[in-house]
Each structure stands twice: as structure tokens, then as C-alpha cells.
């Protein structure tokens, strides 16, 4: 080659950090909008990335009404959504509740997807009133449910929401709302639904009489240390799988789990040892989360019932396997309707169209936002999957687009 003649083709880059006084990581820390000091960043201490929980929105009024509720025997009911932040949430507080607390008067409800669709309905509520439930506790769901919640305080059932999505203008008139993106005392705003049902068991820690057969100091702070180990990896797993940024207290969550799932498994609880041994895993990475363990967690509320993948987590030795071995073949069930989804929708795309469409009455409702999400990840444009129900005239759909996508200026 004449290197004389030869002439660079033009090249856009754009700088993003020019501070020479920085090292390399603080610059790539910089450049994520990442303001953690890099040793903090790098290895988490829990005495500077664990939060007060009583700061986030209404956190007292609910540890003081469940605390009410547990001294009066007052029947409580757990209600989650049917995803796998849903069914996690919802296990670790019933958990915690009848293993630390001993507190048996509790159950836990989930919707039916297609029956029901997305949310709590009023239908519930009367089916939880026919059963004298005293106390509900909501689990990563139901900031917009405004009308359910006054319709609660009208047949005398009180309500406690926790949930990490964006609200609707109005705040559900619940009696206790707590949710980190309307806490002003809370800054964290990136929690995922599993996160704030934790910080919930959190301050339930520091104020019930769980300690009182303890005799001293040290003996209270182990079994505070051995509870928050107990449910750290259940709560990571899932901080994960919800894709919230992995910074701040859910970076925390994430190392320590790790460290405790890799170096510690015997303080972890005793259904998620033998999950991850049913799985043969005997080193777990943030790859396993994703492709390995939540996979089989979600398929059950997405394709089944999410009471099946509860199983998995609630139950140990026999009744466990038979769970995960049934949970094994609705996930496989799962991939295979995925995957027939996926060929058809994308056979019958128009790919010159911005919004690319497609419909079918073979798709199962369930996984239309699946097959809607690798169709805007493959060709980088928004995507709306229809499934058709022709004898009732109606349709399921989903809509994804890709990130930093501007639907406004793209419908100009």
C-alpha cells in the first residue's frame, strides 16, 4: 500500500471526559454518570450504602399497622403481581413473617393474567373479605390502583402498598403508600419491586419484639446480620433480573450476594440451596440470573400460574423437586411457544414500516411482549405484536421501542 496516497476516512467521536488529573476507572465512572467514589464503587460497604428504610414514604404508618395487626391475630393477605419481582417479594415477607416473626395468619394471593389482566381488581377484594382479611399488603404492583384502594377503605379493609413504578398524577388513598420515587427523604430512587418489599422486612426489624429472647447486644445483632442474609440473595437475584440500574444500595445488594451465594451458601435459604444444586450450579454469576434462574421463575405467572413458581421457592425437599421439575417443562413450554412466535411475527414484517407490525391468533398473550422486545433489539425499531381473539373481536398487544428512542419526533 502507498501509504503517500493513502487518506483517512473521516471519523465522529466525541469526547466524554477530558479531566487529565482523573485515573482510567474514575474517567469511566465519570462518563456513566456514576458519582460513587471508585473503592466504594469497586467493593460496597453496607455502612455507607445501607439506607434508613423509615425514610422512605409511609414506611412508619405500615410498621405500625402491622404491628397492630400481628398482636390482634388479624388475618393479613400478601397480594403480588404474577412476574418474577412479584413472586420473590411476596415470598421473602410471607417468609419472614413465618419463620422470624412465627406469625401464621398470613397468605398470599396472586391475580390470574388472563383472566384478570394486569392489577388488583375490586373482585379481589371482596374475595379477600369473604375470607375476613384484616390487612393487605401489596407487593410490586398497584401505585395506579387509585379506585381499588378507596374501595378497600369503603368495606374497612386496610391496605399497605409497596411498589417501585411511576404513579399516575394521584396517589392511591391507601393507608400506607411506599414507593421510592414519591419519597422526597429518600433518594434512591431505582429500587426494584423485591428491593422495597426487603427495605419494608428491614424496618420491621428494628421495631418488633423479635429480639426479646435474646439476652444481649451481640446475640441481637447476629440474628439481625443472619435474617439479612437470609433473604440478601433472593433480593439480588431479582435486583438483577428487574434490570434497575446496578448502582448505589442495588450494587450493595448485588456484591454481598456474590460474596454469600458463592462463598456462603449455607446461610441462604434452604429451597434456594437446592434450586441452584437441581440447576448444578455451582458458581453463580449475574449470566445464571438472566439465562438459567429467572427464566424459570418468570415462566410460571407468564405461561402457567405464578403459584407454580412460588412452589419452587416455598417448598423443600420432595414437594420442591416435583416444583422444579413442573416449572421445567411450563419454561421449555415457554421457549417453544417464544420461539414459534417469533419466526411467524417476523416472516410477516414489513421492515421498510417505522413501527414494525405483526398479528397472529396462534401467539400465546403471554409472551407477545417477549417477541415484541427481540424484535426491537434485532432492527432497532418500535414494535407492536398483536394476538388476535376473532370470536370475542378483540386483540393482546405489546409495544416496545428501542432505548433513547423519540416516539414523538418519530410521528412527526
Known sequence: MNFRNFKLNKVRYQILCEDKEL??????????????????????KIKDYRWDPLKLNDMQKAVDRIIEAIENNEKIMIFGDYDADGVTSSFILFKFFAKYLLYKNISIMYTDRIKDGYGMKNKHIDEMKEKWINLIITVDNWITSVWEADYAKEIWIDMIITDH?????????????INPIISENYDFKYLAGVGVAFKLICALLDQVGIFNWANTLEENGNIKNEIFNYFLPVVAIWTVADIVPLVWENRLLVKKWLDLINNQRHKIPESLQWFLEYLNLKEVDTFHIWFVIWPRINAGGRIASPYKSLDTLLFTWEKQLKALQEIDEINTNRKKLQEDAFKIAEWSLDLEQKILIAESEDFHEWIVGIVSGRLTEKYNKPSIIFKLDKERWQAVASLRWPQYFDIIEMIK
Open 23 to 44: 485515573n482510567l476507572i474514575s474517567r469511566l465512572l465519570k462518563i456513566r454518570d456514576i458519582s460513587d467514589d471508585v473503592d466504594n464503587f469497586l467493593n460496597p
Open 165 to 177: 413504578h411511576k404513579n399516575w398524577d394521584k396517589i392511591p388513598n391507601a393507608l400506607a403508600v
